[in-house]
């Protein structure tokens, strides 16, 4: 009995074993099985965004009934370029993905991408493609241009500009109009009437600074720019941040927190906390035209009070906005459906009208063409954003003299400039 | 002298009451702040209280950001992990306390240090592997290379180490298998043991954030500690009230199995510490 | 009846009670290998080469090891980390102690001191960085309760590179503290009472108490907590990504989190592989160390 009962034990522990070793190459056996095929597309949230594309992916979709596509949309740009990179290091990712112009230069000189077939627009050169797509769209070409070939559709390209809550002005007794800023230092005095203040601390800001290295990064470059300085020297070979424009830029920003007292000292470093859509600041100069069509779905009680202005000037410096940003469709070089893919992105960039009505293209409308036209190119590789963004914040957080931090700053940027085995897109 | 001692009992009694409220009160602000409307999260006038109880702050986060997936996801995984681990653990650990084969020092030794090596150091060869399977963003990517831990592995050993032999003897000449002995034998032996690994398992499994980070992509598998870090990168601005009912609901389940079990869960622990 | 024989020749294999004790341990051992030991050893293989992913492997020997002694920023990471896991384990043991301590006099209700003090550590240490990550903030908890209380202007704990450390050994010590507390409990608890009255009896305080009987007897205890403690904070990662990604500057980018962005943004695979090892090699070296210092003490 006991030897029977012994046997019978043994049995099952070997089929559970062969069951284990099934559901180990089970994975690669049923995907082989399938006859539908799988795009992976990507992107990054925008609420907007992702319900203007939906549609048109259905009508992918239809065209071809064999593909199946899976959009994958992740938290936010800087997750999606992490799970991107994580993805193709694993000898994965997507077929298509929807990434911004500052990842580029990198991506392209680790050959991640292919440029653009051709074919699927039945025509010889890039320039006949460029024919055959939405003006918005083919503008924002050269931005994914890489030794004469092309590698992404263009799907947004903005600019930030100034956004103002009229509710506030009204309430300091100002004309939204009349009374607005033009310049960072009328900013300092208007900021004075609509910043709030109880018990000491600021309970709404007058003007909030963004903590997003990225978009700091962005939001300082225009103001270097205005300045006649920059990040990076026109020849892309070295830092010119510590100029005094540089210093002058900083400075303004610290006395707006500590001298002013418009601004208030931010918690958290790398996050956003509670901001424009709840009511807690008058002035941010951090968003595009596609914060419209955000507000109005998540914040239905500021939105009425949403007005864009450009963003500001100084007295004595040039009269130009932010610089550029963009985003466009590519497709993997280790995608097995190049072909596919590069269909789907033509379907999803065929409605440029619908984009720009949501803010994704520019507007025509009073203040974008003139920013977006003045702005130039921005220069978004992570580390120098990251470089800008602490020397800031240490001038800003722990109050050290922006000279230093500054002088710091040029020298790690430097010293990533001469190790980097790309070029950084915009400089020659 | 009866005055000194009153004092000190009093003195000592404050700094425990003290010392209470401080390890409370963050987990009573989560709770308040769950409830409160967005103005309210951030005043200068502390509010202790929510003026008034804002349900849709959870309604909001259950449904329109998903938590309940997260939260069943987290579940599934954190189950079916507990429940491999103590069996896969009490196994490896009776065949190491148990029987004595070349080469079990050296096994042991092995798998001892496992605990120490950092995750890091394999995520990313880790990552390759299970990707190899055709395991990313599915639920074997995420509980199987987690089905076994060196801790649980050790734990059991020394437990088991300290079940008589003699109940292994007895049944072997009542001609029980071998496979029949650990089942029959051992295992409801090991119960408290068992108790107390499927516990801290379960709370270490739920409350994982790395390797969820790498292997999930689709909303539709993320776990809670996901959809948390989800909120508070969102690129606008965090609204902490909902952010906190959706600490809540990740905590819930931990605070009351821990009111239910928190005798097992200090056994367990001081089996751990001692033993080692 | 051929059936029988091989049934016979199972059970002649399995009675050999060695082979039994090694197939018991088989499925977990083959776990391991394919899980942690292949990935170890292809861990440290990568250590050894240039490797972006994309192009292929450039072995250079000790190169990488070489590149981060030189490194500033690797050795700022490694100056935080012994920070932040010195800062936190003492105050984390010194904190645990008093509390076992107090918790061990006689007196009533500890029981339920000793449930609000253990909570914490249950949360997911995800939830705790959100809740304090709330509470940290300008208008938050902690700031407005010192203003009200000291009227304190708020202080930037998480935004200024002066406070950021501290910030989170706070709330480590904060969620940890309760854990290791019944640890020390258990080991309190094995130390019997007889030699607490001798002492009594020979007239010596507290204090004396304290350092001449409960220390001595405490140190197998204390060597437990103090390699688990090590280990975990050199392991700690999830407060420094979440609360404030190593910033403000460098000021808490701890190795954990310099290895995870240099593998994942920046990727330098070789040299993140590399970081890595030497993580592994403190931690080895650590429990080394503890473990000899103890060793003439402990007796099993």
Request: hydrophobic share 45%; with cysteine.
């Amino acid at each position: 009995m006991s030897t029977q009962h012994n046997f019978k034990v043994k049995l099952i522990l070997s089929l559970t074993v062969i069951m284990f070793v099934i559901c180990f190459l089970g994975g690669n056996v049923w995907v082989q099985g399938k006859e539908t095929i799988t795009l992976r597309y990507w992107r990054h949230q925008h609420k907007p965004a992702v319900e203007l594309e939906q549609p048109l992916i259905k009508k992918f979709e239809e065209q071809y009934p064999n593909i199946k596509v899976e959009m994958f949309v992740a938290t936010s740009t800087p997750d999606l370029h992490e799970k991107v990179l994580v993805a193709f290091a694993g000898g994965g990712g997507p077929d298509l993905f929807n990434m911004e112009g500052g990842k580029f230069s990198q991506y392209v000189s680790y050959g991640l991408m292919v440029p653009i077939d051709l074919d699927v627009f039945g025509a010889r050169t890039y320039q006949e493609v460029m024919e055959k797509l939405a003006t918005d769209v083919a503008a924002g070409l050269s931005g994914w241009k890489h030794e004469d070939k092309y590698y992404g559709l263009t799907t947004e390209v903005s600019c930030y500009a100034t956004a103002i809550n009229t509710q506030h002005f009204k309430e300091a007794g100002l004309d939204s109009d009349k009374d607005y800023p033009i310049t960072w230092e009328k900013l300092a005095e208007i900021g004075q009437k609509l910043v709030r203040v109880e018990r000491g601390e600021i309970i709404r800001e007058a003007y909030a600074l963004t903590t997003y290295p990225v978009t700091f990064t962005l939001v300082f470059e225009g103001m270097l720019r205005q300045l006649g300085g920059d990040v990076v020297s026109p020849d892309g070979k070295e830092s010119i941040i510590n100029s005094e424009a540089g210093v002058k830029a900083l400075q303004t920003l610290y006395d707006f927190m500590y001298e002013y007292k418009i601004t208030a000292v931010p918690s958290q470093l790398n996050l956003q906390g509670p901001g424009f859509e709840t009511g807690a600041t008058s002035i941010v100069t951090d968003v595009g035209p596609w914060y419209e069509a955000y507000l109005k779905d998540n914040a239905p009680g500021i939105y009425p009070y949403l007005q864009f202005k450009p963003f500001p000037r100084f007295e004595k410096g040039k009269d130009i906005g932010i610089p550029n940003y963009g985003y466009a469709l590519q497709v993997s070089s280790n995608s097995k459906y190049k072909r596919e893919s590069w269909e789907l992105a033509k379907i999803l960039v065929s409605t440029a009208g619908e984009r720009k009505r949501i803010g994704l293209f520019v507007p025509d409308e009073w203040p974008w063409p003139k920013e977006i036209s003045t702005g130039g190119l921005g220069i978004i590789p992570k580390e120098i954003n990251d470089i800008v963004f602490e020397a800031a914040t240490k001038t800003l957080m722990d109050k050290v003299n922006p000279r230093e931090t500054l002088n710091a700053a040029k020298k790690k940027i430097d010293k990533y400039l001469a190790e980097l085995p790309y070029k950084i897109y915009g400089y020659k | 002298m009866i005055e000194r001692a009153l004092l000190e009992k009093i003195a000592v009694y404050l700094v425990l009451i003290i010392l209470g409220i401080i390890f409370t009160i963050p987990v009573f602000w989560m709770f308040s702040s769950s409830f409160k409307s967005l103005e309210n999260t951030l005043t200068v006038s502390i509010k202790w209280l929510p003026e008034k109880l804002h349900f849709e702050n959870y309604t909001e986060i259950w449904g329109a950001e998903q938590f309940k997936t997260y939260f069943s996801n987290s579940l599934v995984v954190a189950i079916t992990v507990t429940f491999a681990t103590i069996f896969l653990a009490s196994l490896t650990g009776y065949g190491l306390s148990k029987f004595d084969f070349p080469g079990r020092q050296v096994i042991f030794l092995f798998i001892l240090s496992t605990m120490m090596v950092p995750f890091q150091v394999i995520a990313i060869p880790l990552y390759i592997i299970v990707r190899y399977f055709g395991w990313i963003d599915t639920y074997q990517g995420l509980i199987i290379p987690g089905a076994l831990s060196g801790f649980g592995v050790f734990f059991m050993k020394q437990y088991i180490q300290t079940i008589s032999n003699e109940f292994i003897d007895v049944a072997r000449i009542d001609g029980c298998s071998e496979f029949g002995i650990f089942w029959r034998i051992i295992l409801p032996l090991s119960k408290p043991a068992l108790a107390a690994l499927g516990i801290l398992t379960f709370l270490g499994s739920w409350n994982n954030l790395l390797w969820p980070l790498i292997v999930i992509q689709s909303e539709g598998l993320k776990t809670l500690p996901l959809g948390l870090a989800k909120i508070m990168q969102s690129e606008y601005g965090v609204r902490y009230n909902v952010l906190m009912s959706g600490a809540v609901i990740a905590s819930a389940p931990m605070i009351v199995a821990f009111l239910i079990f928190q005798r097992r869960i200090t056994k367990g622990i001081t089996l751990g510490g001692l033993k080692g | 009846m051929r059936i029988k024989e091989i049934q016979l020749l199972f059970q002649k294999i399995f009675s050999q009670r060695k082979l039994v004790g090694f197939l018991f341990v088989l499925p977990g051992l083959v776990f391991f290998m394919i899980f942690f030991f292949y990935p170890v050893i292809n861990a440290i293989y990568i250590s050894f080469t240039r490797w972006n992913l994309f192009t292929s492997k450039q072995f250079v020997g000790l190169g990488n090891f070489v590149e981060l002694f030189q490194d500033p920023d690797f050795l700022q990471s490694f100056k935080v980390t012994g920070y932040f896991s010195l800062g936190t384990c003492l105050l984390l043991w010194i904190t645990s102690l008093s509390l076992a301590l107090l918790i061990n006099s006689n007196l009533k209700f500890t029981k339920l001191f000793q449930i609000f003090y253990f909570l914490p550590s249950i949360l997911s240490l995800t939830v705790v960085t959100i809740v304090w990550s709330y509470m940290y903030r300008r208008l938050g908890l902690i700031n407005m309760f010192l203003k009200a209380v000291f009227d304190i202007s708020s202080i930037p704990w998480l935004s200024s590179s002066k406070y950021a450390l501290l910030s989170i050994t706070i709330m480590m010590v904060w969620c940890w503290a309760g854990y290791y507390m019944i640890i020390f409990l258990a080991g309190l608890r094995g130390i019997p009472f007889t030699l607490y009255e001798a002492a009594k009896i020979d007239g010596a305080n507290w204090w004396h108490t304290l350092i001449r009987i409960t220390f001595p007897l405490l140190k197998p205890t204390f060597l437990f907590i103090s390699i688990v403690s090590v280990m975990a904070c050199l392991q700690a990662f999830a407060p420094f990504l979440l609360m404030t990604s190593g910033g403000p500057g460098s000021s808490t980018r701890v190795m954990t989190l310099k290895i995870y962005g240099d593998a994942f943004f920046r990727l330098r695979m070789g040299r993140a592989a590399a970081e890595s090892m030497i993580l592994f090699l403190i931690m080895f070296i650590f429990s080394l160390i503890q473990i000899r210092v103890f060793r003439s003490e402990v007796t099993y």
